[in-house]
């Protein structure tokens, strides 16, 4: 099982759909919650994608060089960018970050954000693109001369002169859950991820999307995101969920949901069918909240509950295939730390990097009396 952390370029805060106890996200914010993540031995980081967002890739960039082990999830946007041209990007941070990239692939889901970006595809267009893009960024991408004739790409003589660190290149993820989506990721991707849906749903879509590989003779690695509100009880995890929206307005709520109808996004569609905009059931499944999502856009949903409840429903997900776990919470500072104590000793975790070393500097708490380590904790 590999946990990985979120880079918050979107803004972070305590609250909700408020700027009360907001704080400024900025390159010494970021690069201490990257520093945390790295310290504290999550894989890597998402780094998310679109006009609300700092430019993951200059974010990634930035960050790399200020980091030691951490991975960088870091989208690609076919149909807004050259795939020989994002074949290049990826292969000089691969090599930069000494094979740290890896890839999300992001066809897009606000047709309002695609026209600002100059796209004017409809949905199926999209994902014809974004096959077309994939077929020629692999090829470039594996130090491949790649000549390229499609319905709307083509290219000739397409190469990049400096290979990527990762063979054939830096793995491809992708989180997409219509028809077309799950087609493409059968034939084209590695990993397939998805939001944090019901286990019963999360499984639907898994077996959907292996279906679809089986077709290619392939297999896919299945990876999920989620919050997490995490606390020592159970009771103070639900109450941290409640303040957590304590700001957000039913006004604000409305706004929001008027915003995300006009989203042709299948995933996102999907996400605020969950709560239908109604703060009155939001547990949508045990330890399952659907509250972020009533103004956040993309992830909507969060773990709830004490360490050994959320523990069992990651292990729920991780049952049904699901081995990579992109988690968040707010403040992502904070979080990061407090997710990394309460959950990493309950996980079977994969390249867990306890910090420090060598037990010279902890983990042990401060020293009693200039003198006496303390005591390890009971489980
Ligand atoms: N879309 C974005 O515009 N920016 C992102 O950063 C982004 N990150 C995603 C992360 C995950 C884990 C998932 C599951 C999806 C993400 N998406 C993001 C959305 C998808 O990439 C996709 O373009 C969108 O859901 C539309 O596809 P669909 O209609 O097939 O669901």
Redesign the pocket.
């Known amino acids: 099982m590999q946990i990985f952390w979120f880079l918050p370029t979107h803004g972070d805060s305590r609250y909700l759909g408020t700027s009360r106890g907001a704080r400024t996200v900025s390159h010494h914010y970021l690069r201490q919650v990257a520093q945390a993540a790295d310290e504290l031995g999550y894989e890597g980081v ?5 006009r609300s ?1 700092e430019d ?1 890739w200059v974010v990634a960039s930035s960050l790399a060089a200020w980091t030691e082990r951490l991975k960088f999830l870091v ?1 690609i ?1 076919p149909g807004i960018i050259s795939p020989t041209v994002s074949a290049r990007q990826t292969a000089t941070l691969d090599r930069f970050s000494n094979g740290r990239l890896l890839i ?7 047709p309002d ?1 695609q026209h600002g970006d100059g796209s004017f595809l409809t ?1 199926a267009e999209r ?1 014809e693109v974004t096959d077309e893009f994939l077929r020629i960024w692999r090829g470039v991408a594996a130090g491949e001369t790649v000549n390229f004739s499609g319905k709307h790409l083509r290219v000739e003589n397409a190469k990049t002169l400096y290979p990527p660190v990762q063979k054939p290149y830096p793995p491809l993820w ?5 028809d ?2 799950i087609a493409l990721a059968g034939e084209q991707v590695d990993v397939y ?3 944090g849906e019901p286990p019963a749903d999360v499984a639907d879509k898994i077996a959907k999307a292996r279906a679809a590989a089986a077709v290619h003779g392939r297999t896919l690695r299945f ?3 989620l919050h997490v509100i995490v606390r020592e009880t159970s009771d103070a995890a639900w109450r941290a969920a409640d303040e957590l929206i304590s700001f957000v307005t039913d006004d604000t709520i409305a706004a929001a949901q008027k915003a995300f109808s006009r989203f ?7 996400m605020a069918a969950l709560h239908g905009g109604r703060r009155d059931k939001l547990e949508v499944s045990p330890n399952l909240w659907a509250g972020v999502g009533l103004v956040r856009g ?2 909507g949903t969060a773990l709830v509950g004490n360490p050994q409840e959320v523990a069992a429903r990651i292990q729920e997900y991780a049952a049904l295939g699901v081995d990579t776990f ?1 988690f968040s919470g707010y403040p992502h500072l904070e979080e990061a730390y407090r997710v990394a104590e309460l959950l990493f000793p309950l996980l079977p975790l994969e390249n867990t990097r306890p910090p420090g070393t060598a037990n010279i500097t902890g983990p042990f708490g401060e020293v009693i009396a200039n003198d006496i380590v303390p005591p390890a904790a009971r489980a």
């Open positions: 998402l780094i998310p994608t679109g967002c993951s989208a946007r999300n692939v992001v066809t897009g889901g606000d954000e949905h994902y992708f989180g997409g859950s219509s077309a989506a991820l998805t939001w990876g999920i995101r042709d996004s299948v995933g996102q569609q999907r993309g992830a992109i």
